[in-house]
């Protein structure tokens, strides 16, 4: 019954962490909750819809940025699609709140690779290559 008691005890602080977690995503993402809530399907994901609308969100404009996708693949019993974007003449504040802003609204898109070039003479200008892939 003691060990019932403290493992109790620990899974409902546990708990209220999480809650005090989730209530903090809420406040600083509410579309969060409303995408859940949509019924969309995590196979409706598209890269050509989440870059274009992640670097409108981050001030970047369609001629700084270009991507490409693969197809979906199916890989022991898992679905993914990987993708190349490349980012063109940023600063760093605004390649950071691109790669945050994406992988918060995504769960399930990881970045697998980030390759940061500054351009030469110029203090905070960079082009920026990363890939993604996407776990359906």
């Not at 890989?75 to 993708?83: K, P, W």
């Not at 994406?102 to 351009?119: D, E, F, S, Y």
Request: glycine residues 6%.
């Amino acid at each position: 019954m003691p060990e019932a008691e403290r493992r109790w005890n620990q899974d409902k602080g546990e708990y209220k962490k999480a809650q005090a977690i989730m209530i903090e995503i809420l406040e600083l993402d509410p579309d969060r909750l409303d995408y859940a809530n949509s019924g969309n399907s995590s196979h409706e994901f598209d890269y050509a819809i989440v870059v274009d609308r992640i670097a409108s969100q981050c001030g970047i404009p369609p001629t700084d940025y270009k991507f490409s996708s693969g197809p979906i693949i199916k890989s022991a019993g898992q679905e993914s699609q990987s993708a190349k974007v490349n980012l063109k003449g940023i600063d760093v504040t605004t390649f950071t709140r691109f790669l945050s802003t994406i992988q918060l609204r995504w769960a399930n898109l990881q970045c697998t690779r980030v390759k940061l070039n500054k351009k030469k003479g110029l203090p905070d200008v960079w082009d920026v290559d990363l890939d993604f892939k996407y776990y359906y």
